[in-house]
Structure formats: structure tokens, C-alpha cells
């Protein structure tokens, strides 16, 4: 099961930080990434980050969240967080963590097999 926190609502230009943490599972997912869904529009890719050999993590990220929005790894390598900065009003979204064993096709939601309920961010013009 996966349990996003933070979101809410913030200015353009703002920050907001989302965490994500695992319950009921000690082996680590090979990816654990964010989507956003607007009202009326498909779930699209924000950023992932996939556990490498090292115990790293790499990080990837669609085109409109970079340079502005960070994806960690927390320290139990199950839990991820989303730093969200230079917020703008297209980015009001419901934001999903996922996670999946699988670190082909990360960009694809049908790819991951555990989500979290959703954590509504809302940006002020």
C-alpha cells in the first residue's frame, strides 16, 4: 500500500513537497514514481526514480517539471518524495505516487501495479 501526504493548495511560484511511503512490504520496488491526472485529462508522467545495483537511485523526468520539480528516494528505499518548486498553475493536478518491481516503459502507468490514493494540489494564479 502506498500513502501520499502533502499537497494542498499553493501560489504560483510557490513549493510543495509530496512524500510517499510504503506500508506492508520490506523489499524494495525496482521504480517509484509520480503521476498527475488535471479533471478531464489522462494520467501523464511527472517524474520517476529507479533503484540502480549501487543502491542509488536514477531519476527521470517529463519535459514541463524539469529543472522545477526533484524525485528522492528516502532513506528505506521504499519511500519517494516529490519537491515541487517555481509552481505554476498548470501544474494543479491529483498527484499518484507508484511503484513497480518492473524498470522498462517507467513513463507508462499501466507499467506500475501499486498506486497511492492521490494528493490534490491546487496553484493560485
Known amino acids: 500500500q502506498l500513502v501520499e501526504t502533502g499537497g494542498g493548495p499553493a501560489p504560483t511560484g510557490g513549493s510543495l513537497n509530496l512524500p510517499c511511503v510504503t506500508f506492508?512490504?520490506?523489499?524494495?520496488?525496482?521504480?517509484m514514481g509520480w503521476f498527475c491526472q488535471a479533471p478531464g485529462k489522462a494520467r501523464e508522467f511527472v517524474a520517476a526514480?529507479?533503484?540502480?545495483?549501487?543502491?542509488?537511485?536514477?531519476?527521470f523526468y517529463a519535459d514541463p517539471v524539469k529543472g522545477r520539480f526533484t524525485v528522492s528516494g528516502g532513506p528505506n528505499k521504499n519511500s519517494v518524495y516529490l519537491q515541487m518548486n517555481s509552481l505554476r498553475p498548470m501544474d494543479t493536478a491529483a498527484y499518484f505516487c507508484?511503484?513497480?518491481?518492473?524498470?522498462?516503459?517507467?513513463?507508462?502507468?499501466?507499467?506500475?501495479?501499486?498506486w497511492g490514493q492521490g494528493a490534490e494540489v491546487f496553484i493560485s494564479s
Open positions: 507508484a511503484a513497480s518491481d518492473r524498470i522498462d516503459r517507467i513513463k507508462i502507468a499501466p507499467n506500475y501495479g501499486c
Open positions: 506492508g512490504r520490506t523489499v524494495s520496488f525496482g521504480v
Open positions: 526514480a529507479v533503484q540502480t545495483d549501487s543502491n542509488e537511485y536514477e531519476t
